[in-house]
């Protein structure tokens, strides 16, 4: 749908890009094999990709670009497959559209800056809200899978509505 050769050729016009290359299959060893390559030739410091959804690929891609020696957080990727391939008809709009898209990552990536990755010690601890019978068997399950629980009520009882009913159905016990 979309005509990679006239996206190529718009966005090679753009300030500030220095590469601009139509890739088939850029996510398989040799398409990531020629983006690293790309990366040490033209000394880049970003990386676009106008492609696939990130959700599929952003960290295949992200490590490709840290291998050549680019921090991660200087990527960007551009979803032309689900939001101009899949839903637009015409060729020409879709091709139109996919260079918009990848005019804003580019300017997005100008944006970006290096950052690092960092670890933060979590602990299993949940707040349960509410001490009535979904709060009490909130913080029973998650209790039985191993997280430290506070369970919090604003009354000074608990149980909620069902500790004010006399009996329950079907067996007409003591809600209590």
């Excluded at 369970?151 to 079907?170: S, Y």
């Amino acid at each position: 749908m979309v005509d990679v050769k006239k996206v190529v050729e718009a966005v090679k016009k753009l300030p500030g890009v220095v590469y601009a290359a139509d890739m088939q299959y850029s996510c398989s060893d040799l398409g990531q094999g020629a983006i690293k390559e790309a990366i040490k030739e033209q000394n880049l410091d970003r990386v676009i990709v106008s492609a696939c959804s990130p959700r599929m690929h952003e960290i295949t891609f992200q490590r490709c670009v840290e291998v050549a020696g680019l921090n991660r957080f200087l990527f960007e990727m551009a979803n032309i497959r689900e939001q101009v391939s899949w839903v637009t008809t015409d060729k020409e709009e879709a091709t139109e559209k996919a260079i918009r898209l990848t005019e804003m990552a580019i300017a997005k990536a100008g944006q970006l800056q290096s950052l690092n990755s960092m670890k933060s010690p979590v602990e299993k601890r949940v707040l349960v809200i509410g001490g009535g019978i979904s709060g009490i068997q909130a913080a029973l399950d998650v209790s039985l899978a191993g997280y430290k629980v506070t369970l919090v009520e604003k009354l000074p009882t608990i149980g909620g509505r069902m500790a004010q009913l006399e009996k329950t159905f079907p067996t007409l016990d003591c809600s209590a």
